[in-house]
C-alpha cells in the first residue's frame, strides 16, 4: 500500500530563517506531488504540484519554492521566512490528475 | 475562476441521526468531485468521490449526490457516531487542478 510522510510535523522558525520542509512517498513510482497551505476558514490553497522529477509548477507567487530531487520527494524550502509564511502546508500525492489526492499529516510552521 | 464553498460552516448533530453537508460550485466545467474528512492535527483523508456521469454513489455509511443542474453536491452520512466529528471539504476538478471549499465543522452531540 501507499504511504506519505511529511516531516518535521512541527517548526517554529524565526523571522529572516531558512525553510526546508521534506515529503516522500512510498509503494508508488512517477506520483503527481502537490503542495498546499491550510488557512483557518479558507480552502486549501496550491502552492506547487509536479508530474516528475525536476518539473515544477508554480501556482501563486510568493517567498516559497519547490523542488522534486527524487521521484518519491518533493521539498518545500525557503530562503528567507516571512510572518506571512505561518501556516498548516500539506503535501499530497496522485497517480494522476483525475485521480483522488492522498494527504500528508502536514507541517505546521510558526514564524516568530 | 473557479470557486467550490459550503453553505454551513459548523454543524451539530446527535449521535445516531443523519447527517446532510452542502456544497455548491461556480463552474460546471469540473467532472468529477471529492469529498475529504480533517480530523485536528491530522490531513484530509479522501472519503468518497462522484464522476460527473453520476448522480449518486454510495460507500459505507456515506452517500454522495451531485444536482448539476443547480451545481450543488452534498455528503450524507447515516448514523452519525462521534467518530466522525472532524471538518469535512467539498473539492471539484478544474482543469489538472483541485480547488477546495473551506470546510463545515461537524459535531457530534451525546
Known amino acids: 500500500s501507499q504511504t506519505i510522510h511529511q516531516w518535521p510535523a512541527t517548526l517554529v522558525q524565526p523571522v529572516g530563517s531558512p525553510l526546508s520542509l521534506e515529503c516522500t512517498v512510498e509503494?508508488?513510482?512517477?506520483?503527481?506531488l502537490y503542495w498546499y497551505r491550510q488557512a483557518a476558514g479558507r480552502g486549501l490553497q496550491l502552492l506547487f504540484y509536479?508530474?516528475?522529477?525536476?518539473?515544477i509548477s508554480s501556482e501563486v507567487p510568493q517567498n516559497l519554492s519547490a523542488s522534486r530531487p527524487q521521484d518519491r520527494q518533493f521539498i518545500l524550502s525557503s530562503k528567507k521566512l516571512l510572518l506571512s509564511d505561518s501556516g498548516f502546508y500539506l503535501c499530497?500525492?496522485?497517480?494522476?490528475?483525475?485521480?483522488?489526492?492522498?494527504f500528508g499529516d502536514g507541517s505546521r510552521l510558526s514564524i516568530l | 475562476g473557479e470557486s467550490v464553498g459550503l453553505h454551513l460552516p459548523t454543524l451539530s448533530v446527535q449521535e445516531g441521526d443523519n447527517s446532510i453537508i452542502n456544497c455548491a460550485y461556480s463552474?460546471?466545467?469540473?467532472?468529477?468531485f471529492i469529498w475529504y474528512k480533517q480530523e485536528s492535527g491530522k490531513g484530509p483523508q479522501f472519503i468518497i468521490d462522484?464522476?460527473?456521469?453520476?448522480d449518486k454513489r454510495q460507500g459505507q455509511r456515506v452517500t454522495v449526490l451531485l444536482n448539476k443542474t443547480v451545481k450543488h453536491l452534498s455528503l450524507q452520512i447515516a448514523a452519525t457516531q462521534p467518530g466522525d466529528s472532524a471538518v469535512y471539504f467539498c473539492?471539484?476538478?478544474?482543469?489538472?487542478?483541485?480547488?477546495f471549499g473551506p470546510g463545515t465543522r461537524l459535531s457530534v452531540l451525546p
Open positions: 473539492a471539484g476538478l478544474y482543469g489538472q487542478n483541485f480547488v
Open positions: 462522484i464522476r460527473s456521469n453520476m
Open positions: 499530497a500525492w496522485n497517480r494522476d490528475s483525475n485521480q483522488p489526492l492522498h
Open positions: 463552474n460546471s466545467a469540473s467532472d468529477y
Open positions: 509536479s508530474v516528475g522529477i525536476g518539473q
Open positions: 509503494g508508488t513510482s512517477n506520483p503527481n
